[in-house]
């Protein structure tokens, strides 16, 4: 065995080898689909690389012991009780996410019957009704059957 002070020369290759090994985790982890810092944060500090399937079940916590159930949420604070519903899972529906999805419908309704079939991915994704109220007002050629069919519809597209 050397007892002797590593030298310069060793001191570098020393952290030339370290480097290559903390690539060749973070590689490795990539690979295992993962995050080492995240899983250094749940763990405090112990390092833990999480399989797809331990994190999918929510990492170590989950791994170890079954979480109890979570006992119903009740109306949130603070939200207006007229229009909320709670769901048997404990999620309560808030006046203003209501609203926001019978908008929704509406304009998916409104599409409907302008264009005479069912919105697809695209136009649910976007609003429709929004789309068609910057593209007329940006004054790009219509097609006149297009634009009789938008009066007859009510549409605001001004």
């Known amino acids: 065995v050397c007892s002797k002070k590593p030298n310069d020369r060793q001191k570098r290759v020393a952290n030339i080898l370290e480097f290559v090994l903390q690539g060749i985790v973070r590689i490795l982890a990539q690979d295992k689909d993962l995050c ?88 649910v994704c976007g609003s429709w009704l929004a789309n068609q109220r910057h593209y007329y007002r940006s004054g790009s050629s219509i097609n006149p059957r297009r634009l009789r069919r938008l009066r007859e519809s009510g549409v605001p597209y001004e």
């Open 36 to 123: 080492a810092y995240e899983n250094i944060m749940h763990t405090g500090g112990k390092v833990h690389l999480f399989t797809q399937e331990e994190r999918s079940r929510g990492g170590m916590a989950t791994a170890e012991l079954p979480r109890a159930p979570r006992p119903p949420r009740g109306p949130r604070v603070g939200s207006a009780p007229s229009g909320d519903r709670t769901f048997p899972s404990g999620w309560v529906e808030t006046d203003g996410q209501m609203a926001k999805w019978e908008n929704h419908l509406r304009e998916v309704l409104e599409f409907r019957r302008v264009k005479g079939h069912w919105p697809t991915q695209r136009y």
